[in-house]
């Protein structure tokens, strides 16, 4: 094995360049060559994009320092989400990142405050949340890193600029030994097993590879296209096909939070950056057709536009298989879920994850490949369950598509956790992909679905007690949140992308 | 002229001289056989240990073992004790027989032990040792001819006093027409051209011819050293020996199924139980040990009471470098000696009469023939020779000079590829012509101390639980075969019980 | 009108309705929950011996039980680590232990800087770099603390005589003021899918909301519900017998379970203090009762004496573990053999998933559903578990190992397998009893050895790896030397009771 095996990326953006830093990062050099096929005419999507917790971590194992990469991007921090509109029309809650109640107890801390319902209490559970708190009050602070008090029971993740973290993330892979080539792909060519071996560019320059990673976006060039993988739909779960982003002006408060709105037709975006707002409307154009879709989105808008909204079309569901032979499709040429719970970038990051520690180190191994794809399919059905509970759990009276979402006809195991949530309070726990209980807590609850009972082993806790405890606190929360920076400041402090700009502006002067 | 032999003459009788007048009798009819022999010269009848060849011996005469048993005032021998060999204060067994059964994977069963040993069994091989279950619990019995796939028999053999052997062997051979000259020889007449023995003349003048001469003349070698002079290869540097001592001594109340060897300071004693009495003696290094000495030591270490004065014997451990010269052979002392550690001494003689029979010439005897006689005869002797060595060599006293002597010893080649094979893997390899199998080293190299480190590595193919659940399966079997047997007193007495005797020799 | 459920008849016989009783009385009496225990006939025999997962002792906690005062009462002995001998022709006997913690050795897991280690010639085996493994072949106990920088740590189960540990729980449930009836199941009256009442021989009537059935594989209970069914495995696992037997104790304890295969099955072997338990569980295909009883000396290595009882085996699941107000725990749920040691595990993960599932009401209880989905789940992964044993066995030319490799097995196990034999890499689904070291262990132990590793351990050059591979060795070893003996464990057992303290 002297030659080592050569990775062709195709396809740029974030998808591709999160796949050439993890590899050329975690991949022996001598073992392993990363090549990165991208065309700059083929513009990027790039929307302005949330992420998730796991952000962090990838980003810590390829060694990039948080806050140069935060000015890089222009990115502020996320605490969660905050819904709006969806259970009915009004209705606000957080899904935050991180636990209702204090760190680890036995009995699931929303069984407590059920109780303390039932004795008369009219707390909201968000009053229990410290990510929640600290979001609404547009503040913010790293965890504490002890697993003991209140503010350890929360993480966080980014808000940035997708193409911009895209660049960033190039500058690192070509330092660190990615090679990128310049190119549109003009064909593809198979080898006699039928495995990839060659993109063939429109300049006539030709890529050779042993691995290929499809980051060709929706066409899905090598997976879908050459190596035909079926395309699983998903639309009649998620009927959401179209997207209008459109930036604004921040004028606001820097919120440590993404906003999403329910909408007629659909749901909208607020996704703040250092340097603007990313905005779009996601929308069913089975029950509502452009036009009145942009119409309903600049109506929506509380800042000043900042360009055009541009179409983006899309069909929720995924290929059957995200890995193929020699090919492993990673991002939209794997499959598409709407951004709702700002998991794009997380399935690019934990298929990258998945795939490290199985990639192959010659022709792919059938057993590392059914791993690779058993993972995936868990990462994805999992997600899609989620997001189908978002749309499936209304009670709006306004609008088809929510009429529709209401009386669908939803996976069985879909049914049955909101069954066994709406009679007890149950919520399963798994040990691999999202989403943890805490995440389904807060949107069973806060989209209107409230259990009947609660626990029998809360009960068992004196009532005053329980009370007491609660009480504390919600007062220990508030306490701490009073001490919190204020996220604007703490961003400024710590990793203000103008700063970066002038300082970079003042070098380049200074050598003029 | 007559191509076949007609007349053959034995000089000397004994044991040697009288297995060879009968063999021939039954074996070669119609020849004419004459044996001479003097009752002045004194035959060397110290109560003899045997091995179970001796069986067919029998066999090959046609003799009735019960008649032959009572007869000789035998008992009956399953192996014999080895006491204070390996250090003092330590018995093992050398048992007869087969240990364990045919497992019927071409492994011998040996080696399933040794791997049921290494991996923590009973390091006791003998449990798997019918001879030796039996031995230990003083019982004896002949097991009728088992059936195929069950244990193997029992095998056995006898001690008996030599002199009466010898006497009813005469008795045998003279029914069959073997006639018996008393005197000495005083000269042998030699063909002029051929230098072949013709006649030997007596004391009293008188001659007797032959086609061929059986020399059972004893350590002498009267006409296979003192006519032919074949010559003698001396191998007191591997075996110092030199001397022995016999006394026999009363008879044991319940005689053992098997004969004692045990080690001593300079040598080794024997307890041979026969019906009427016992025979002991020790045998010694006279450049070790004094004739006093031994006396002392073998009279204070007697079960029961000396019957006579201890007999003082000499002799010198090796062979005549020929066996077989023109038209004669030398049987028995007159073809080498090896001290009796293992009983081999009758097995010699009846080596040699077997050989002959199977070689029997013609009246020009063939060189072809008699070179390959004295081929197979010298391996007989050196193998037999380097499993006695091998007793001395193994062994772990070094608290007396000759046993110091011993343990430093060099040894022959041939000894020393088996001890090195013997170590590697529980087995020494003995060639067809071996008188002693892998099942009689295993007992003499472990019983002193060698410990192999491995064993047939295709022993392993089973799995343990089978292993284990054949190991206990014999176990059992051989448990309740010996259960079934009766005590060897009993035993003899209902078969083959000697007249009772009335003198004490 | 919704109720809560007030009263719990707990239904069976032996650890497991003791277990179940005290459980939900301890953590559900506060709010008001009344437990009673139905005490049927018990089916232990005399040398029964429960061997024990380390999960035991968190059970124990949560009932408040004094560790030192049950091991004594039940001739208890701690065990680090399972010994498999002869399950593959030629191969040594491997171990498999519980270690917490693999400790940090870098990204990955440990057993990848084994791997490529093993593949430059490293002669030391997995088993030294557990720190279970090692105590186990040492003779010692794998206590706490933890090495907290190394973060090494292992954990050990039990060996416990049956009769009196489930005796002990009784005393226990007694002491805690649980009405205890015992006796026979006369009549059980249904209403549907729910039981109203049972009526036993004596003529006494227990009634309640919830019913658990704790009764092993009578499912006294279950079975007359409407829609019961026993789904067996015995397409997948052959042995149908179990046999229990006695001999002396051991004068020194080891430190492990031994578990011996042989040509019909295999034989664990499990030191008490005052004895040692035998187990044989075999297929009555390939050994007749009266013949496994006459060989068990033989085979077990040890001279048997008593009496040597055999019952039947019969490994397999409930549909429906709970049916209406109907709940079945531990064997009644899902029967497997032994070789695990998880039977009372089982019953143990029953009780725990029924008491994070208590209904909410008495009426009505849909928390069935997830309880069923969840204890198949569990159920599936701990006979996988038991099956890789057996699919990994490397005896010829006997038929019931053959079948044993050749039997059908779940796409998770074969999935499991390919993986491991891939890159030695082990991926655990939801609700998994073993852990990765576990699944290492018993892969490496029964002959896989994976084509490759974690293409990221080439990052590492090779001074670094052979440090960090030497490093591990020598803290392992370290700390091992340091724990006390098994004689020494339970020697100090002894002094407490001496010095008063209970």
Excluded at chain 1, 238 to 255: F, I, K, M, S
Excluded at chain 2, 332 to 349: C, D, M, N, Q, R
Excluded at chain 3, 366 to 375: F, G, H, R, S, T
Aim: with cysteine.
């Amino acid at each position: 094995m002297n030659q080592p095996l050569q990775i062709v990326i195709l396809g740029g953006g974030t998808a591709g360049w999160m796949a050439a830093t993890a590899l050329v990062t975690m991949l022996p050099r001598q073992r392993y060559s990363v090549t990165l096929v991208e065309s700059e005419e083929i513009g990027i999507v790039g929307v302005g994009e949330a992420t998730l917790p796991q952000m962090k971590n990838f980003n810590d194992l390829l060694g990039i320092d948080e806050a140069e990469m935060m000015r890089s991007t222009q990115a502020t921090f996320k605490l969660g989400i905050d819904f709006v509109d969806w259970g009915y029309l009004g209705s606000s809650y957080v899904h935050p990142f991180g636990v209702h109640g204090p760190p680890a107890s036995g009995l699931a801390f929303h069984q407590r405050w059920q109780r303390a319902l039932s004795a008369g209490r009219d707390w909201t559970i968000e009053d229990f949340s410290f990510a929640i708190a600290a979001a609404r009050a547009n503040r913010f602070d790293f965890p504490a890193a002890g697993k003991s008090t209140i503010n350890s029971t929360y993480a966080y993740a980014y808000h940035f600029d997708a193409s911009l973290y895209a660049t960033y993330l190039r500058r690192i892979a070509e330092g660190r030994g990615a090679t990128r080539v310049e190119g549109k792909v003009h064909d593809v060519e198979q080898d006699a097993k039928g495995d990839i071996q060659t993109l063939l560019l429109e300049s006539g320059e030709r890529v050779e590879g042993d691995f290929f990673i499809d980051c060709s976006g929706f066409r899905s060039l090598l997976l879908g296209g050459k190596l035909d993988v079926e395309w699983e739909d998903w639309s009649h779960w998620l009927p959401c096909d179209r997207a209008l982003p459109v930036p604004t002006e921040r004028t606001g408060d820097l919120t440590p939070y993404t906003r999403v709105t329910a909408m007629k037709a659909g749901w909208r975006w607020r996704i703040p950056l250092q340097h603007r707002t990313g905005n779009g409307y996601v929308f069913s154009s089975r029950f509502i057709d452009e036009d009145k879709a942009r119409e309903e989105l600049l109506a929506s808008l509380d800042e000043p536009v900042l360009a055009e909204p541009r179409l983006l079309k899309f069909q929720a569901g995924r290929r059957t298989k995200s890995w193929e032979r020699n090919c492993v499709a990673l991002g939209l040429s794997s499959g598409f879920l709407e951004p709702l719970e700002s998991t794009s970038i997380y399935l690019m990051q934990i298929a990258i994850m998945h795939l490290v520690p199985l990639f192959p180190g010659g022709r792919p191994d059938a057993r590392l490949v059914a791993e690779f794809n058993r993972r995936m399919d868990l990462e994805y059905d999992r997600i899609r369950d989620f997001l189908i509970l978002h749309y499936h759990l209304n009670s709006r009276e306004d609008g088809e598509l929510w009429r529709y979402c209401r009386s669908m006809q939803v996976p069985d195991s879909l049914t049955r956790k909101i069954e066994i949530f709406r009679h007890s309070g149950y919520i399963e726990d798994y040990r691999d992909g999202l989403f943890n209980a805490p995440s389904w807590l807060s949107v069973f609850l806060g989209q209107g679905l409230r259990p009947e009972h609660y626990h029998p082993l809360a009960d068992a806790i004196p009532l005053e007690r329980l009370l007491a405890e609660l009480d504390e606190l919600r007062t220990d929360i508030a306490f701490r949140i009073d001490e919190m920076p204020k996220h604007a400041t703490f961003l400024k402090r710590y990793a203000d992308a103008e700063a970066a700009n002038h300082s970079a502006l003042h070098k380049a002067e200074a050598r003029l | 002229m007559e191509s076949n032999i007609r007349d053959i003459v034995i000089v000397g009788g004994g044991t040697a001289g009288w297995m060879a007048a009968g063999a021939l009798a039954k074996n070669a009819p119609g020849r004419r056989i004459t044996l001479i022999e003097s009752e002045e010269i004194g035959t060397v009848g110290v109560g003899e240990s045997t091995i179970p060849p001796i069986i067919l011996f029998n066999q090959l005469l046609g003799i009735d073992e019960d008649e032959f048993v009572r007869e000789t005032n035998a008992t009956f021998k399953l192996g014999i004790e080895f006491v204070d060999w390996r250090r003092l204060g330590h018995k093992y067994f050398h048992n007869f027989g087969m240990l364990g059964a045919d497992l019927h994977t071409g492994v011998p069963f040996l080696h399933y032990w040794m791997r049921s040993l290494k991996s923590g069994g009973d390091p006791d091989q003998l449990r798997f040792s019918s001879e030796t279950e039996a031995a230990r619990r003083g019982k004896f019995g002949r097991v009728q001819r088992a059936p195929p796939g069950a244990q193997p028999n029992m095998h056995y053999a006898f001690q008996f006093d030599a002199s009466t052997y010898a006497a009813y062997l005469r008795r045998y051979s003279e029914r069959r027409g073997v006639v018996r000259k008393e005197g000495k020889v005083v000269n042998v007449r030699q063909n002029a051209e051929t230098g072949f023995i013709e006649a030997v003349e007596m004391q009293d003048g008188s001659s007797v011819r032959g086609d061929f001469f059986i020399d059972c003349s004893g350590f002498r070698g009267l006409l296979i050293e003192q006519v032919y002079q074949a010559g003698f290869e001396d191998w007191s540097h591997w075996l110092p020996n030199d001397r022995a001592a016999a006394v026999p001594a009363e008879r044991m109340a319940e005689p053992s199924p098997f004969t004692v060897a045990r080690a001593r300071e300079a040598g080794w004693q024997w307890r041979i139980p026969l019906q009427h009495r016992t025979g002991n003696g020790y045998v010694y290094s006279s450049s070790h040990i004094s004739d006093d000495e031994v006396a002392t030591a073998l009279l204070g270490t007697l079960e029961g009471k000396a019957l006579a004065d201890p007999k003082v014997l000499r002799f010198k451990a090796g062979r005549r470098r020929k066996s077989w010269v023109k038209n004669c052979i030398a049987l028995g002392l007159s073809s080498g000696f090896l001290e009796p550690l293992e009983s081999t001494s009758i097995h010699l003689v009846q080596a040699g009469i077997t050989k002959f029979l199977d070689f029997f010439p013609h009246r020009e005897c063939d060189p072809i023939l008699i070179d390959r006689y004295n081929e197979e005869m010298a391996f007989q002797y050196e193998t037999v020779r380097d499993f006695i060595i091998a007793h001395y060599k193994v062994t772990e006293r070094e608290d007396t000079e000759f046993w110091r002597y011993c343990r430093h010893m060099s040894i022959p080649d041939s000894l020393s590829d088996k001890l090195t094979l013997f170590r590697e893997r529980s087995e020494v390899k003995p060639y067809p012509g071996d008188l002693f199998g892998d099942i009689s080293w295993f007992a003499i190299l472990y019983g002193q101390g060698l410990t192999p480190e491995g064993y047939h590595p295709l022993a392993d193919a089973m799995s343990d639980d089978d292993l284990q659940l054949r190991l206990a399966g014999i176990r059992k079997a051989i448990m309740e075969r010996v259960e079934a047997l009766p005590a060897h007193s009993e035993f003899i007495r209902r078969c083959c019980a000697a007249q009772p005797v009335t003198t004490a020799a | 009108m919704t109720r809560r459920v007030e009263a719990v008849a707990v239904v069976g016989r032996d650890a497991p309705l003791w277990l179940a009783a005290a459980a939900i009385q301890r953590s559900l009496g506060p709010a008001g929950v009344r437990v009673q225990a139905v005490e049927l006939p018990s089916w232990l025999a005399s040398a029964d011996c429960y061997s024990t997962l380390p999960s035991l002792a968190s059970m124990h906690r949560l009932l408040g039980v004094d560790e030192a005062k049950m091991l004594r009462a039940a001739s208890g002995v701690p065990v680090a680590a399972q010994r498999f001998s002869n399950w593959a022709k030629g191969a040594p006997p491997y171990l498999i232990a519980y270690d917490d913690q693999a400790g940090e050795a870098g990204d990955l897991p440990f057993v990848q800087y084994w791997l490529k280690g093993h593949r430059e010639g490293l002669r030391a085996g997995i088993e030294d770099f557990s720190l279970g493994c090692v105590c186990a072949r040492a003779g010692r106990v794998p206590l706490g603390p933890a090495d907290t920088e190394a973060k090494i740590s292992a954990s050990y189960g039990y060996n416990l005589d049956a009769r009196d540990y489930a005796e002990a729980l009784k005393q226990l449930v007694t002491n805690r003021g649980i009405e205890i009836l015992s006796g026979r199941i006369a009549d059980v009256k249904l209403d549907g899918e729910r039981v109203i009442g049972i009526e036993l021989e004596g003529g006494e009537r227990v009634e309640a909301d919830l019913f658990v059935d704790a009764s092993g594989a009578e499912r006294v209970l279950m079975m007359r519900l409407p829609g019961a069914e026993f789904h067996s495995w015995r397409d997948r696992f052959s042995c149908d017998r179990v046999l229990t037997a006695s001999a002396t104790q051991f004068k020194s304890l080891p430190a492990f379970t031994q578990i011996s295969a042989f040509r019909g099955g295999w034989i664990g072997i499990h030191p008490l203090q005052d004895r040692t338990a035998i187990t044989a569980v075999y297929s009555s295909d390939g050994i007749s009762d009266q013949t496994m009883i006459a060989q068990l000396s033989v085979l077990a290595r040890l001279p048997v004496s008593g009496e040597a009882v055999v019952s039947e085996l019969k490994p397999g699941l409930l549909d429906r573990a709970w049916i209406g107000n109907c709940v079945a725990i531990g064997e009644a749920a899902v029967a497997m053999e032994p070789l695990a040691a998880i039977p009372l595990h089982l019953a143990q993960g029953c009780i725990s998933h029924l008491v994070t599932l208590f209904p909410a009401t008495a009426e009505e209880m849909p928390e069935a559903m997830p309880y069923n989905d969840v204890i198949r789940a569990f159920a599936s992964n701990i006979a996988d578990f038991t099956q890789a044993h057996y699919l990994l066995n490397g005896r010829f030319d006997e038929p019931f190992w053959e079948q044993s490799r050749e039997a059908p097995a779940t796409g998770t196990l074969r999935g499991k397998i390919d993986l491991f034999s891939a890159r030695g890499e082990v991926s655990l689904r939801d609700n998994e009893t073993f852990s990765e070291q576990n699944w290492t262990l018993l892969f490496l132990g029964g002959g896989i050895e994976p084509d490759g590793f974690d293409p990221r351990i080439d990052l590492l050059a090779d001074q670094p790896l052979i440090e960090l591979v030497q490093q591990r060795l020598r803290a392992v070893a370290e700390l091992a030397k340091n724990m006390p003996s098994v004689d020494q464990f339970v020697g100090a057992l002894g002094q407490l009771q001496a010095v008063g303290v209970s």
